[in-house]
């Protein structure tokens, strides 16, 4: 009766380990580098980042993509960021323009809680939204019919930036 007890006890925290670690798993995927998910990720990940829709230079002059999050197949939210005025920019673009559909482009960050949103019904993209991080993490999202993506608290800027 003892082995089986300990069995069982094995077999308990065998079972809870399995049950912690796929409650964390998501946790994990989130704190692990876009790079290394990217190389890991299943061949048919490749043909739905074909699908991607591509950054279409809304921000303006002067912005660089410096991280993106895809929203399914309808489309793509971009981060951007302008290294001489400081400001980060966000734009939501569709995979395939058409009729117009609910789409949202949000950019913010938490000390002090500040938010920028533009939302409507669009043909093409949401956005481009502005807000000047220098020194902070921001949280951005793109929202298409429903269908959400974004990251939250990225692209730190150093804590020692100035901030005008």
Partial sequence: MTIIRRASAIGAAITATACAAIALAPAAAAAEP????????????AAKAAAAAKYNGACGGGYSVVNSAQIGTKGTVFLTYNSATGKNCVVTVRTTPGKAVHMTASLGFAS????VTDTGYYTTYAGPVYLDARG????????ISGEVAGKNGTNCGSLAANRH
């Fill in 34 to 45: 876009a790079a290394q998910r990217a190389a890991a990720a299943p061949k048919a990940t």
């Fill in 112 to 115: 002090p809680t500040t938010t």
């Fill in 136 to 143: 902070l993490c921001v949280t951005w999202r793109g929202e």
